[in-house]
């Protein structure tokens, strides 16, 4: 899987997630991706996320996407 599909992948994940929410926890974010069935390599960034709210940039900043 290229870095590129994983990007898009996780900007699909975030946009899905973050509408109509201000910030979002990294435990919802994680069960969001397993739900989601991301890509293992992205799973392992979401996991490493200290627990806390993040917003879509501080998220996307921190998992290397891009917030769109």
């Given amino acids: 899987m290229t870095d590129e ?3 898009t992948e996780l900007d699909d994940l975030l946009d899905d997630l973050y509408s109509g929410q201000e910030r979002v926890t990294q435990s919802e974010i994680q ?3 397993v739900a989601a069935e991301v890509p293992a390599e992205l799973l392992t ?3 490493a996320l ?3 709210e993040y917003s879509v940039d501080e998220a996307a ?3 290397g996407g891009t917030s769109r």
Avoid: E, K, M, N
């Fill in 50 to 52: 200290p627990q806390g």
């Fill in 45 to 47: 960034r979401i996991t």
């Fill in 61 to 63: 900043d921190l998992l």
């Fill in 31 to 33: 069960r969001r991706a």
């Fill in 5 to 7: 599909t994983t990007s």
